[in-house]
C-alpha cells in the first residue's frame, strides 16, 4: 500500500475542487523523506481516496496529483501519459509544445518539438528519477534524432534538484536555423531562453500581422522579433522591434536578414523608451507589447500590475487614432479580470476609447486544465483605439 497524505480539518483545499496540487501547510502531517520523489495517496480529513500524487517534502507543492484513480508512476502509466499527450496534438504542426505539465497527466514534465528535435524539462523529484524511462519513451513513440535536456530552469531548485542541460545522446546540439511559422529563426537549443523557443504566441504572430499593412509598427520587448518579421512581410510601412537584451537583439538582426524581410531593432528599456522626452511625440500605428511576467510570484502581483498599467498607458498615448495595440501578460498570477482592469484603467488615464478587436489566450497544444488555473498563464487583447 502506497503511503498517504491527510488534510487538515476545517482547511479549504483547492484539491477538495479538483485542482490538482497540494500545500505542505494544508497536510496535516509531512511523511518521511524517503517518500520524497515517490507515489503517495492523498485522503481528505474523512479519510476519502482524493487520487495518487507524487511527493516532496522540500517543495511547498508537497502532493501533485497525476490520477484520480489508485495508479503507480511506472512505465505503462508513463507510456499511457504520452502516447495520450502525443494524440491531443494530433494535425498540428511538429513544431509544437508535446507535453505540459499537470494538462498531461506528468507534473513537471514539459516537452517542445522543433521538428526533430525534442527539449524536455523536468522540474519535478519523482520525474527526475524517472527521467530516463520518459526519455526513452518519447524516442520510441514520437522517433526525433534527439532530445535535449534543459533542465536548468530556477524552479528546479525549489524540489532540491540541481541545473544542467544535456542531450539523450551525450553529443552536442548545435544551434542551427529552424523554420517556426513560415520564418527561419537561428535558434540555440541548449542554450537560448526556456527552451530555446517561444512557441505559445507562434498563431498571435499571424494574427497581429493581419492589422501590419501599411502601418508603422513597433514591437516592444521583441526578443528574436517574430512579431517584427511578421508585420514586415504582411507589408508594414517601417517596424522597429525593442529589447534590453544585446543577444536577443543581435539575434532578430540575424533572423531579418536570413528571412530577407526590412525591420529595424535597437538594444533599448521599453519602459525608458517611452518615457524618454525626445520620444514624445513619436507616433505609431500599431504597437505590440509582448512583456517577461512581471508577476512571478503571487506576492509580485500588486507591483507587476503598476508596472502593466504603466507600459500599457504608454503604448496608448504613443498610438494614432484608429491605431491598434497588442497586449499580453504571461504571468499566470494575473488572471483575465486583472488584466482587463489594467487595461481600463489605463485607457481612461489616456483618455483614449478603446474597442476589443481580438481575445487572444495560448493555443491548443498548450492545453488548459479548467481546475487549475496555473495551467493558463498567457492571455492579450487586440484593441483598437480611436
Not at 44 to 60: E, L, P
Not at 177 to 184: E, I
Not at 303 to 313: D, H, M, Q, S, V
Amino acid at each position: 500500500m502506497p503511503a498517504s497524505l491527510k488534510l487538515k480539518a476545517n482547511v479549504k483545499a483547492r484539491v477538495l475542487a479538483g485542482h490538482p496540487w497540494v500545500f505542505a501547510n494544508e497536510v496535516e502531517a509531512l511523511l518521511p523523506i524517503e517518500h520524497d520523489g515517490e507515489v503517495v495517496e492523498c485522503r481528505d480529513r474523512t479519510g476519502r481516496f482524493i487520487g495518487s500524487g507524487i511527493y516532496n517534502s522540500k517543495s511547498q507543492i508537497c502532493w501533485r496529483r497525476f490520477c484520480r484513480d489508485h495508479a503507480e508512476l511506472d512505465e505503462l502509466f508513463l507510456r499511457g501519459a504520452i502516447e495520450r499527450a502525443v494524440a491531443r496534438r494530433s494535425g498540428m504542426p511538429t513544431t509544437r509544445r508535446l507535453i505540459w505539465s499537470e494538462s498531461d497527466d506528468l507534473p513537471g514534465v514539459v516537452a517542445d518539438q522543433f521538428g526533430d528535435t525534442i527539449v524536455l524539462q523536468i522540474q519535478t523529484l519523482a520525474m527526475e528519477k524517472r527521467r530516463d524511462t520518459v526519455a526513452r519513451l518519447l524516442n520510441e513513440i514520437v522517433k526525433p534524432t534527439e532530445i535535449v535536456f534543459r533542465n536548468d530552469a530556477h524552479i528546479r531548485r525549489l524540489e532540491g534538484l540541481p541545473l544542467e542541460v544535456s542531450t539523450f545522446s551525450g553529443k552536442s546540439w548545435e544551434p542551427r536555423w529552424l523554420t517556426v511559422g513560415g520564418f527561419d529563426y537561428w535558434t540555440d537549443l541548449l542554450g537560448g531562453q526556456k527552451t530555446g523557443f517561444y512557441l505559445d504566441q507562434c498563431a498571435q504572430h499571424a494574427l497581429v500581422a493581419k492589422y501590419a499593412s501599411g502601418r508603422r509598427v513597433l514591437d516592444a520587448f521583441c526578443n528574436q522579433g517574430s512579431f517584427a518579421l511578421h508585420a514586415a512581410r504582411a507589408g508594414a510601412a517601417s517596424v522597429l522591434g525593442l529589447d534590453s537584451a544585446e543577444d536577443a537583439i543581435a539575434q532578430a538582426k540575424r533572423n531579418a536578414e536570413r528571412n530577407r524581410v526590412k525591420a529595424d531593432f535597437q538594444v533599448a528599456n521599453v519602459f525608458d523608451y517611452f518615457n524618454a522626452p525626445e520620444r514624445a511625440t513619436d507616433k505609431w500605428d500599431l504597437i505590440v507589447l509582448d512583456p517577461p511576467p512581471f508577476a512571478k510570484s503571487k506576492s509580485a502581483l500588486e507591483g507587476a500590475l503598476r508596472g502593466y498599467k504603466e507600459i500599457n498607458l504608454r503604448a496608448l498615448k504613443s498610438l494614432t487614432p484608429g491605431g491598434i495595440l497588442a497586449t499580453y501578460t504571461c504571468s499566470h498570477h494575473m488572471q483575465d479580470a486583472e488584466l482587463r482592469q489594467v487595461l481600463a484603467a489605463a485607457a481612461a488615464d489616456a483618455k483614449r476609447r478603446v474597442h476589443i478587436v481580438e481575445f487572444c489566450h495560448q493555443p491548443a497544444d498548450h492545453p488548459v486544465l479548467i481546475t487549475m488555473p496555473e495551467s493558463e498563464y498567457l492571455r492579450g487583447y487586440v484593441l483598437r483605439v480611436e
